[in-house]
């Protein structure tokens, strides 16, 4: 992991790209990360935090449970908005990328204003509630008032995350992002592309996102 993050580091500071970082916020409470992550937003101040969950619980895989999940978001907001400050933003993305229907209006109700994990796939159906209908998580989205941004994909399959590395999704994926225009601001993308800092630590400390930095 300490690989990984180095390499990630070493990447971001001779790229200087503006992303932004879903936290866990109970990673938080590991002293080692945390003290990484401080040094890494007071050096980079381009550099924003997100919420991927106060764990890393996959919600829409459990039965409906509104007010566990509310509780959770708002726990996480607090800590992580504490921790980023300024450099906080109100956006959530799903462990995972589980998110069904019913928690939409929750993750509006804890005052989050943009979602990002619905991944257009029907590869990843089964991750879209009860229904496994991305539609239908767009329209909750939508109803919600929430803005959705949904990941990449290419020929109706993955291309964020684990999808860059499992052979043969990483051509396709490789492929998608290789396409891809420079970076745009927020307001201006239609997608979204994603890896883990963990991705890093591949092939020896030397992997980096296929992006179009040029």
């Known amino acids: 992991m300490k690989k ?3 390499a990630f580091r070493y990447w971001l500071d001779s790229t200087q790209v503006s992303l932004t970082i879903f936290v866990i916020a109970d990673q938080l409470d590991d002293t080692f ?3 990484w992550l401080s040094d890494l937003l007071n ?12 764990t890393h619980r996959c919600w829409s895989a459990y039965p409906q449970d509104e007010q566990g999940f509310l509780a959770a978001l708002v726990e996480a907001d607090v800590k992580l908005h504490q921790f980023a400050k ?10 995972a990328g589980y998110i069904a229907p019913w928690m939409a209006p929750v993750i509006a109700n804890a005052g ?8 257009h796939s029907w ?10 209908d991305w539609n239908a998580v767009n329209k909750a989205l939508k109803d919600s008032g929430l803005r959705s941004m949904p990941w990449l994909t290419k020929f109706g399959l993955p291309t964020c995350g684990p999808a860059l590395s499992i052979f043969p999704l990483s051509i396709n994926a490789k492929y998608g992002w290789k396409k891809l225009g420079p970076a745009v601001l927020p307001d201006e993308a239609e997608a979204t592309v994603y ?4 991705d890093h630590g591949r092939k020896n400390g030397t992997w980096k996102p296929p992006l179009n930095l040029g």
């Open 43 to 54: 050096s980079h101040p381009q550099i924003t935090i997100g919420c991927h969950g106060l």
């Open 112 to 119: 989050f204003e943009l979602d990002s994990s619905v991944n």
């Open 123 to 132: 590869l990843t159906r089964k991750k879209a509630g009860p229904w496994k």
């Open 195 to 198: 890896w883990h800092i963990l």
């Open 86 to 95: 300024d450099q906080w933003r109100p956006w959530f993305r799903a462990p």
């Open 4 to 6: 990984a993050m180095s």
């Open 33 to 35: 990360f945390c003290d």
